[in-house]
């Protein structure tokens, strides 16, 4: 059984960073692309920055030069480095991993909040 724990969320002042990790157990494809969603509140959940395996990324258009994702595939660990955050960055954030082939399998974590004071 795969399961995915975040951690790393919290309260910053804007302008301030934040690291979030999301560690995967069990087993996933190879194949894999692992992401980071946010949904805010009264908001659809979005999706903020994602990387594949063979580490291509994507970022959403309001996060780029700012957020930073990266993985560790042996310890089949993403992260999202968050620098100059801003209030409107507050939200819950998921960890998503989605297999690309096998069983094509989607896994969430259980979400992390990340609150930016003005």
């Known amino acids: 059984q795969v399961q995915l724990v975040e951690s790393g969320g919290g309260l910053v002042q804007a302008g301030g960073s934040l690291r979030l990790s999301c560690v995967a157990s069990?087993?996933?494809?190879?194949?894999?692309?692992m992401g980071w969603y946010r949904q805010a509140p009264g908001k659809q959940r979005e999706l903020v920055a994602s990387i594949t395996s063979g580490g291509s990324k994507y970022y959403i258009d309001s996060v780029k030069g700012r957020f930073t994702i990266s993985r560790d595939n042996p310890k089949i660990t993403v992260y999202l480095q968050m620098n100059s955050l801003k209030p409107e960055d507050t939200a819950v954030y998921y960890c998503?991993?989605?297999?690309?082939?096998?069983?094509?399998?989607?896994?969430w974590g259980q979400g992390t909040q990340v609150t930016v004071s003005a």
């Open positions: 069990g087993s996933i494809f190879s194949l894999n692309v």
């Open positions: 998503n991993v989605r297999e690309v082939g096998g069983r094509s399998y989607t896994y």
